[in-house]
């Protein structure tokens, strides 16, 4: 019976330089996402107030009802569009951030700072270091023996099983270490870093709910003016 059973949840020991290399590039995708997508929203609603200008002409023509009725559509599906174009950077850039958190796990060369920081491993009772790796790193087992051989001089054993996670044993001890949890935590870091996309969303609705406040009041404010110069006019 193991008599301790340890789970990590962080990187023992471990501040590679491909993590540190991951969170630049993702900081850097991130701003250019977040420089595309204000872009993009600054274009809609500057198209937004041009095609409301053009519906506030026609509407001195066809009667204020009717093209107060289409701009507040048409600014209405300005928003929808900002909602959507929100979603969809935030999106990717979460699909971007797990893919590059994936290649860094897909480096084995990690499995060294792993038994590096465990304690265990720096006393040789003389007794194999097992290790139970996913069956998917199978292919990689030379450069895991490698890696795991710079930290640990006694013998070795790796075994693979269908499992998502990784498994040190060593003598009535263990470790279990489970990249899928790191990589959520290191997305969570990386997506906090990026703090104006967390706000864009936010400003987004705003701005067109603005816009279409500001239009509709000023439409309905000039009807009335209309109105009350022709009964002044009557």
């Not at 274009?43 to 506030?56: L, W, Y």
């Not at 790796?133 to 075994?159: C, F, N, T, Y």
């Not at 790191?182 to 997506?191: K, T, W």
Request: proline share 3%.
């Amino acid at each position: 019976m193991l008599d301790s059973l340890r789970c990590e949840n962080a990187l023992p020991g471990l501040d590679p330089v491909q993590v540190r290399a991951a969170e630049r590039a993702l900081a850097r995708h991130c701003q250019a996402l977040e420089q595309q997508a204000r872009q993009a929203a600054k274009q809609q609603v500057a198209e937004a107030h041009k095609h409301a200008h053009a519906v506030r002409e026609a509407a001195r023509q066809q009667g204020y009802a009717e093209g107060v009725l289409h701009a507040a559509q048409d600014l209405a599906d300005a928003l929808l569009q900002s909602q959507r174009l929100a979603e969809q950077v935030r999106r990717e850039l979460i699909e971007t951030t797990r893919g590059l958190l994936r290649e860094v796990f897909g480096q084995v060369e990690w499995l060294e700072a792993l038994v590096d920081g465990w304690p265990a491993a720096a006393v040789d009772i003389g007794q194999p270091l097992q290790l139970q790796a996913p069956l998917h790193s199978k292919g990689a087992h030379a450069r895991i023996v490698r890696a795991m051989g710079r930290q640990w001089q006694g013998e070795l054993q790796v075994d693979y099983q269908q499992q998502s996670h990784y498994r040190l044993h060593l003598g009535e001890l263990a470790l279990e270490f489970h990249p899928e949890v790191i990589e959520v935590q290191l997305a969570e870091r990386v997506l906090m870093r990026c703090d104006g996309l967390a706000r864009l969303d936010t400003q987004l609705d705003h701005a067109a709910r603005v816009t279409l406040a500001d239009s509709l009041q000023r439409w309905l404010a000039t009807s009335e003016q209309s109105e009350e110069a022709s009964q002044d006019a009557s």
